[in-house]
């Protein structure tokens, strides 16, 4: 069964700062990783989207990273602004589980002024 | 292109009462998702469509919940009766089909329900 876990799971950081996410999975055999982001009380917004195949995606000031083999995944952001704050939520595609997505518990990420 | 469209947005309720949810995909995806995300955690599938067919309901409590996707757009998830432990955002996605592994999801912007 597939468990998708998120560290930290709470993130303060000053407004400029780059900052990274971590999201692990326990099994390699994925289709592809999505990242999302949520903000209060709202649904879910796709970040980025990973295939297995690749290594990396980017998208403005986010880059996300995929290691397969090591079940890890990281969302970098750069240059952090008080509007990212979120809880951004990593989620996997696995040949287990269908179309299914797995999602890990979210980091809630704060930025400040 | 149009995102996925849910309603209502909120909707508080006492135990045992009925509810239900209304969600309308992206046009032309043919799987369509129900995920439920209680408060602090990630969304946990209830269930998949692809057209008007369940693909998967293996996570969907089926002494109270129900589903239905009349016509492969629509669809409408029901609970009757609700339980305090309902209270929770209820998602609907959509993506292009299930034979495509890698396409990515569309949310929208959920129904929070309050049982009390």
């Known amino acids: 069964k597939q468990e998708v876990t998120q560290i930290p799971a709470a993130l303060s950081v000053p407004e400029g700062e780059n900052l990274v996410l971590n999201c692990s999975f326990t099994d390699s055999a994925i289709y592809n990783l999505q990242w999302f982001r949520q903000d209060p009380g709202k649904g879910l917004t796709s970040l980025l989207l990973i295939q297995s195949s690749q290594r990396e995606q980017t998208s403005g000031r986010l880059n996300a990273s995929l290691d397969k083999s090591s079940g890890r995944s990281t969302l970098y952001i750069a240059a952090s602004q008080p509007g990212d704050s979120a809880t951004y939520l990593c989620?996997?595609?696995?040949?287990?589980?269908?179309?299914?997505?797995?999602f890990g518990e979210g980091t809630q990420l704060t930025v400040n002024p | 292109e149009a995102g996925v469209a849910q309603s209502p947005r909120y909707k508080i309720i006492e135990k045992r009462q009925s509810v239900a949810f209304w969600c309308n995909p992206i046009s032309g995806h043919a799987t369509l998702y129900w995920y439920q995300q209680i408060l602090g955690q990630g969304p946990k599938l209830l269930i998949q469509?692809?057209?008007?067919?369940?693909?998967?309901d293996s996570q969907l409590p089926k002494d109270r919940f129900s589903a239905e996707r009349l016509k492969g757009v629509d669809s409408t998830l029901k609970i009757q009766p609700a339980k305090l432990e309902d209270s929770a955002v209820y998602l609907c996605a959509s993506s292009r089909r299930v034979g495509g592994p890698n396409y990515g999801y569309t949310f929208g912007s959920g129904t929070r329900l309050t049982v009390v």
């Open positions: 989620a996997v595609r696995d040949e287990t589980s269908g179309s299914r997505l797995t």
């Open positions: 469509f692809q057209n008007n067919g369940v693909v998967d």
